[in-house]
């Protein structure tokens, strides 16, 4: 995999894409298969050439990119406070979660599972991201640090959409992931700010 800048600003892209999901689920309780779709599936390629690769596309990060965007421009009207949290938390969590052999490789085994829901079923099918759920219940849940999602109690009391919830925050620990691999850390988002903007730009 290409460990360059705008592999970098890619996957946190899709850091930002999921959190950005979250929120609008979170406060509006729906989203878009074809904003979905990106996160869900990148859990599923484990063994890409490159990150472009993992969501099908760089055109399939729009939303990601647009609200990183708001962040690196620093434009207040576009900068939203849930959002950067969910990010920053998720970019914090899969940090801890490295170190976690045994749990990395609960993860792992039981997302090659899901593989058959998703072709019997779809990659968007309730039954997958009830799996993806659980399982993010099951391993991530359990770090004392935990991401609180703000929004509307009615939605997010509906158990459709708190397994929806846990699956996008599972596919952004994954581009967190990538993040890292690629060579990216949370000092960078300080210190090479415009560097991260101009590789943004060119995405």
């Known amino acids: 995999m ?14 930002f894409q999921a959190a950005g999901l979250v929120d609008r689920l979170a ?3 729906q989203v878009s298969e074809t904003a979905l779709e990106p996160s869900i599936q990148s859990l599923f390629i484990t063994s890409p050439e490159t990150v472009s690769e993992v969501y099908g596309g760089y055109d399939k990060l729009t939303e990601g990119r647009q609200l990183l965007k ?20 998720l970019i914090h969590l899969e940090k801890k979660l490295k170190s976690k052999s045994e749990m990395l490789s609960t993860i792992a085994q039981q997302i090659e599972k899901t593989t058959t829901q998703v072709a019997h079923f779809g990659l968007l099918h309730e039954n997958v991201l009830s799996s993806l759920g659980g399982l993010y219940l099951q391993t991530i849940s359990t770090f004392k640090t935990r ?11 509906i158990p459709a959409n708190a397994n929806k919830i ?13 993040w890292r691999q690629t060579g990216g ?19």
């Open 2 to 15: 290409q460990h360059s800048t705008r592999e970098q600003i890619a996957a946190l892209a899709g850091v």
């Open 27 to 29: 406060k509006t309780g």
């Open 70 to 89: 708001g962040v690196l421009a620093r434009d207040t009207k576009a900068i939203q406070g849930d959002i950067i949290r969910y990010s920053l938390a």
């Open 147 to 157: 991401i609180q999602v703000t929004g509307e109690q009615t939605y997010l009391q």
């Open 166 to 178: 846990r699956a996008i925050l599972l596919a952004g620990i994954r581009s967190a992931m990538l």
């Open 185 to 203: 850390s949370r000092w960078q988002l300080f210190f090479t700010r415009k560097k991260l903007l101009d590789a943004l730009n060119q995405l």
